[in-house]
Each structure stands twice: as structure tokens, then as C-alpha cells.
């Protein structure tokens, strides 16, 4: 454990492991969680189900899953995949939030795209393996998606400390803007790691 704190950039890049899938949870956690609030705050003319906004969003996210890896194969790059996820969330997120008297479908719809672009999870998880030493590896791999999940605790609390001054559907834009953009400064700082050799021990 002490060796992922030191030296600081080891855990810098550990740091940036878990901040680059913070906007998991927060499509998952903000934008479909609360997703029955959020369309009434947009004026959708049904009533959204949150379970039904989950279940879209993770069938979304498991094709999202497939896809990101078969392309992380085609182009040779983790990075550059996760990087297109990301801007795909970010125009998905501002979609979402400007659906003003969407059909139900078409909520339903942002949802499962919301799904499909955070579903760079098992590429996300890869790029966190592959960025250290078979000694650290496996720890670095559980930790950092519980990290990640973890993060949702933040964001909710910070979407619901910015409700009242600004209402829902605007916290949910600036939750989204700080949480992208901190995903987005993270992946810049890490690496490459497709074809990386694998066969090290951190020192």
C-alpha cells in the first residue's frame, strides 16, 4: 500500500487512474438515479422511472463496454478510445439536460446513450492495470474502480449543495462540466499503455 503513496508520481498516476472514471458515476449516479426529478424539472410529459433510466443506461453501458474494447484493439490505443468516450458523455450530458419536453422515448433514448458513452469501464479498469508493475498490479486493479464508485458520494453531495442556488437541471451541467473536465486534465497526464511490456516490478 505504501508504495502506491510514494513517490508523487506514482500516485499522481494513480490519482488519474480513478479520476478519468468519475464520469461513470456521475451519469449513473446524478443523471439516471435522479432522472425522475431532472424530467420534471425539463417538463417530460410522463413520469421517468429511475429504474427504468438505470436499466437503459446499463444496457447502454454494456455495449459501450463491448465497443470501447474491440476499438481499443483497432486503433491501438487506450487513451485516444477513452477520450472519444468522454466527449461523447459530454455532448450526451448537455443533450440530456436541454431535452426540454422530450417523449419518453427519447428520454429513455439520452439514457442508454449516456450509458453507451461512460461504457469505457473495461477499458478504463485495463488502463489502470497496465500503468504499474506486476507488484502492484492486482491492487492497483481492485482498488480503483472501488475508488471510483466511491466517488459517487462526492458528486452527489456537491449536485445536491448546488440544487438550491441553482436548481436541478443546471447543478446537474456544472457537476457534469467540473467532473469531465477533471476526467479529461487526468487522461491527458497518463500515458499510453496499448502493447506496453508488462513484465516489471515497481521499485
Known amino acids: 500500500i505504501r508504495m502506491l503513496f510514494y513517490p508523487w508520481s506514482r500516485f499522481a498516476k494513480y490519482m488519474q487512474c480513478i479520476l478519468i472514471g468519475l464520469p461513470v458515476w456521475y451519469a449513473v449516479g446524478i443523471l439516471m438515479t435522479f432522472s425522475p426529478e431532472l424530467a420534471k424539472d425539463l417538463g417530460v ?15 447502454g453501458l454494456a455495449l459501450g463496454d463491448v465497443a470501447s474494447g474491440l476499438l481499443s484493439q483497432y486503433f491501438k490505443s487506450r487513451r485516444y478510445v477513452v477520450l472519444g468516450f468522454l466527449l461523447l458523455t459530454a455532448f450526451l450530458s448537455v443533450a440530456y439536460n436541454f431535452a426540454e419536453g422530450a417523449s419518453e422515448t427519447v428520454f429513455y ?56 442556488s441553482f436548481g436541478l437541471r443546471d447543478s446537474a451541467l456544472i457537476v457534469g ?21 508488462l513484465d516489471y516490478i515497481e521499485q
Open 177 to 197: 462540466a467540473i467532473v469531465i473536465f477533471i476526467a479529461l486534465s487526468a487522461l491527458h497526464f497518463l500515458p499510453e499503455t496499448y502493447g506496453k511490456d
Open 109 to 164: 433514448a439520452l439514457c442508454t446513450g449516456l450509458g453507451f458513452g461512460v461504457g469505457y469501464w473495461a477499458v478504463f479498469v485495463t488502463i489502470a492495470a497496465e500503468q504499474f508493475g506486476t507488484n502492484l498490479r492486482s491492487t492497483v486493479t481492485t482498488s480503483v474502480p472501488n475508488f471510483v464508485r466511491g466517488g459517487v458520494v462526492p458528486i452527489t453531495l456537491g449536485f445536491q449543495a448546488l440544487t438550491p
Open 45 to 59: 410529459p410522463v413520469a421517468i422511472s429511475a429504474g427504468s433510466a438505470i436499466m437503459w443506461g446499463y444496457i
